[in-house]
């Protein structure tokens, strides 16, 4: 069984950063792409950012791109996002994911089966 747990939301100002790590255990980490996406209150979950397993190859919301950078770490099977110039918009629930496939990483919730139980970021102007 696999657990994913994310930590290091909070309070931010706007324009401050945040870095969220989302520790992975159970089945075998490195081999699967992992996701991050977020939650609004009132909106659908939508997607953040994604990699690979190698870390080679990474998506990004337009939304993001630019100020998010995902990470990982596969001896410490965990995964990193980096959040800079934060926004009141990027406030949500974040979760971390891992995918059901080995490949190319997806910006589709169905493509992950595992899920973290979410960290809130609050962001204000």
């Known amino acids: 069984q696999v657990q994913l747990v994310e930590s290091g939301g909070g309070l931010v100002q706007a324009g401050g950063s945040l870095r969220l790590s989302c520790a992975v255990s159970g089945r075998t980490f490195s081999t699967y792409p992992m996701g991050w996406f977020r939650q609004a209150p009132g909106k659908e979950r939508e997607f953040v950012a994604s990699?690979?397993?190698?870390?080679?190859?990474?998506e990004y919301a337009d939304s993001v791109k630019g100020r998010f950078t995902i990470s990982r770490d596969n001896a410490k099977n965990t995964v990193y996002l980096q959040m800079n110039s934060l926004k009141p918009e990027d406030t949500a629930v974040y979760y971390c994911a891992r995918q059901s496939t080995y490949g190319s990483s997806s910006r589709l919730s169905r493509a992950y089966t595992d899920w973290g139980q979410g960290t809130q970021v609050t962001v204000s102007s």
């Open positions: 990699t690979t397993w190698s870390g080679s190859s990474r």
